[in-house]
């Protein structure tokens, strides 16, 4: 079995990088057939983690290579649960993922159920954290790419630090193709390192965080 690499940690990171912006679910993903495939959510649901054709906002936060924000004044309780959050939601945030002076190859989703008014401090906030996340995406878009859907759940499932034996349960099978599962992801995971997943230092007005 390969070493897996600290998915735990970076999910951990990335988790208390975003605690400082208002948010009721958020989603780290690269671009892929034109949409994105999630590598990292708040939350891990099947639907939630598939992927998704990308939103006509997401495409121009791309095309632009800068963030694009839906503020809503009016709140819709009754469809607050929905999973086409990206629509129903009143305030949605989109930051491009991409190392400085290059195409983005990545998009961060970050959103509230509740009236919410992202200001012009967690845009900028949210737009440096994209270039500090360009690194980590690059280093596991393409071995994630090999993962097929279950595998991709397993790694999710592993970054949320569930065992063999609690991975088998949630995925409905037994714990020896669990552990198989967890080995093909360690395989073809395997060119990514500590490195490739430790965040910089990311300081902003009034901030300082060490991650």
């Given amino acids: 079995m390969g070493q897996l690499p600290d998915l735990q940690e ?12 208002c948010h009721d ?18 939350e891990v649901t099947r639907r939630c983690l598939q992927s998704r054709p990308l939103m006509p906002l997401a495409r121009r936060a791309l095309f632009e290579e800068r963030p694009m924000v839906i503020n809503s004044l009016f709140e819709k309780p009754e469809i607050a649960t929905s999973y086409e959050w990206e629509l129903d939601w009143p305030a949605i945030l989109y930051a491009p993922v991409c190392e400085v002076g290059h195409r983005p190859i990545g998009l961060l989703v970050v959103g509230c159920r509740q009236d919410h008014w992202y200001t012009d401090e967690d845009v900028a906030y949210v737009h440096t954290l994209g270039f500090t996340l360009a690194p980590m995406v690059r280093a596991l878009r393409w071995p994630w790419s090999r993962l097929n859907a279950t595998e991709g759940e397993v790694a999710q499932l592993l970054s949320c630090g569930l065992s063999a034996e609690e991975i088998a349960r949630a995925i409905r099978t037994d714990e020896r193709h669990a552990r198989t599962l967890v080995g093909s992801v360690a395989r073809k995971l395997q060119s990514v390192t500590a490195d490739d997943l430790t965040f910089p230092i990311i300081q902003m ?4 965080f060490r991650l």
């Fill in 25 to 42: 679910r958020w989603v780290l993903g690269y671009l892929h057939g034109g949409g994105l495939q999630p590598i990292a959510a708040s």
């Fill in 205 to 208: 007005r009034r901030r300082a």
């Fill in 10 to 21: 970076a999910r951990r990171r990335l988790g208390l990088a975003l605690n400082t912006v």
